[in-house]
């Protein structure tokens, strides 16, 4: 495959690179992983040649611009910060995403504004969390969990990298890394892979190898682990109590297998870990848990970002440009979506001209950038083809999707005959009628309320009131109780005759679980979390109903 070599000016320097692992056919509607061999450790012995010429070409400012990842309203907005501040790259939101041909046209747009390609990323974790409405809808990450498919979750993310890649994205901040050990967390539930850390380990892994195999760089977020918080970093600032021990043994696994697997970054979290860190610092800031401990101990040498400094969890006295300039000094490499790029720019920029941040802490964030860049390929060839990126989201995708989606369906309980559903039946609850339709495709007798002789009940939140309304509702019926959000649901279940969980409720997930209940399927799911009080992780019934 041919290489296209892209001459660079910077500071008034002529700089010719070809990155060592590869480019991408400009033809191609699915792009292919630039470096996908090896891991950024071993790409960068190879490439680093091109970041550090780089580098040495780069004024202060430049340098200093290359730190930043904000949010970008249109083309014209792009082309003007990425001007004025020689950005490192931009995060994308559902606003630039409205087909894969305008994003397309956006990532050129943007791309030819910027002499050093720029990174193109987006918050594409699927399900809960999804950006790209184009994208395949596949169910998310703990529904990839819950079928113990490694396989599965790197075709899923190959599939959705690809169609990233091909309408110019090249980063995405997935996969989710942390391990789900609180039922209440209010954040991270579904989007992890659930709270046992070998499987989630072996899903981040598998992830990432399916984004890289796209050309896409992958983020485990949110370091040191955002899986036991009752508080959302986006309102508020988590403290997590847990002894150095359990962080350990539960938490850091799956940011290990990222490491191993050359994760190409990872995202600090908006957290506190006292055990960690003493001080009490948020992680982002503390140079105790990004540098001390993911660098030192861990061996982490890829980019660290921030998560969006605009979040509650990052507020600090002289606010978020004064908590860039922290993350900065505490190991972060990239500062993520500052709320006011130019004060956050000129703060970092006075902290380097000041010395309060060393020039040699500065020159290791830029080299770190460049690296990731050359690594996934950016200095052979960025453009998009608008034609390619809509072709990219295909019918081979979807299937994909759907077979997650079955595969993920988990039935925790079945007695007196409930399943599979016979005679008539009665759905009540979120997406009631796309589930009710599903259904009667499959052959079932939809009812009302009245005559049906099974309900199904579909929840989406659960609290003891729904224990009492399924007992009431148990005396005089089959009850078939689903959870179609978080499977933490299940645990108000009480008098229910059979239970399942799906773990999203895209339209895949709805077809599959209508497949599992009438038996055409058999149940292949299995709890990737406990509920508290009810079925144990790892629960799941696998034989034909």
């Known amino acids: 495959m041919g290489v296209r070599i892209i001459a660079l000016v910077l500071g008034g320097t002529l700089l010719a690179g070809c990155s060592a692992t590869g480019g991408r056919s400009e033809q191609a509607a699915v792009p292919t992983a630039p470096g996908a061999a090896g891991t950024p450790q071993e790409s960068t012995q190879q490439t680093g040649v091109l970041a550090a010429e780089l580098l040495q070409g780069m004024s202060v400012r430049e340098k200093v611009g290359q730190l930043f990842m904000p949010t970008v309203r249109d083309a014209a907005d792009g082309k003007r910060i990425a001007k004025k501040y020689k950005v490192g790259g931009f995060i994308y939101f559902p606003g630039n995403l409205g087909s894969p041909q305008a994003a397309a046209k956006l990532s050129n747009g943007l791309q030819s504004a910027s002499r050093v390609p720029l990174l193109i990323g ?43 890649r091909a309408a110019g994205v090249n980063l995405n901040f997935a996969p989710v890394a942390d391990v789900n050990v609180n039922p209440d967390n209010p954040v991270i539930g579904v989007r992890s892979f659930g709270a046992d850390p070998a499987l989630a380990g072996r899903m981040v892994t598998a992830s990432i190898e399916g984004y890289r195999s796209a050309g896409v760089a992958a983020v485990a977020k949110h370091f040191p682990g955002h899986g036991d918080t009752d508080v959302d970093s986006h309102t508020g600032l ?41 001080s009490r610092k948020p992680a982002t800031m503390s140079k105790k848990v990004l540098t001390e401990l993911l660098r030192g101990q861990l061996g982490f040498q890829g980019v660290i970002v921030t998560d969006s400094l605009s979040m509650a969890g990052a507020k600090v006295p002289g606010g978020a440009p004064e908590a860039a300039v922290r993350s900065l000094l505490a190991g972060a490499d990239l500062l993520l979506m500052p709320p006011d790029l130019d004060a956050a720019y000129a703060k970092v920029l006075k902290a380097v001209e000041s010395g309060r941040v060393p020039a040699a802490r500065l020159d290791e ?33 979807r299937r994909t999707a759907q077979e997650v989606a079955t595969s993920a369906v988990t039935v925790v ?69 689903v959870a179609i959000a978080s499977p933490y649901a299940l645990r108000y279940g009480g008098s229910a005759h059979a239970m399942a969980a799906t773990y999203s409720g895209s339209a895949a997930s709805l077809r599959g679980l209508a497949r599992v209940l009438t038996g055409k399927t058999p149940p292949k799911g299995r709890l990737p979390v406990s509920l508290p009080g009810g079925a144990p992780m790892g629960s799941g019934l696998t034989d034909p109903l």
């Not at 099974?454 to 509702?473: E, P």
């Open 365 to 397: 964030a830029v080299t770190r950038i460049l690296r990731l860049k050359e690594n996934r390929g950016l200095f052979t060839d960025v453009r998009a083809d608008p034609a390619a990126a809509a072709r990219a989201v295909s019918a081979e995708h």
């Open 122 to 164: 987006v918050d594409e974790e699927t399900g809960l969390v999804t950006r790209a409405k184009f994208a395949t809808d596949f169910p998310g990450a703990m529904a990839l969990a819950a079928t113990g498919n490694t396989d599965l979750a790197r075709a899923a993310t190959a599939a959705t990298g690809a169609e990233l």
């Open 238 to 278: 988590p403290v997590i109590e847990n002894s150095r021990q359990k962080w350990q043994e539960v938490h850091a696994p799956p940011f290990q297998s990222a490491i191993a697997a050359g994760v190409d970054a990872i995202m600090s979290g908006h957290l506190v870990v006292p055990a960690l860190d003493p």
């Open 413 to 481: 309980r079945n007695k007196d005959g409930a399943l599979p559903l016979k005679g008539s039946v009665y759905v009540e609850g979120p997406e009631q009628t796309k589930i009710a339709a599903a259904l009667r495709k499959e052959g079932v007798q939809i009812a009302g309320e009245q005559k049906a002789k099974t309900h199904v009940i579909v929840v989406t939140t659960a609290s003891a009131g729904t224990r009492d309304y399924l007992k009431s509702l148990a005396k005089g019926h089959k009850v078939v109780y």
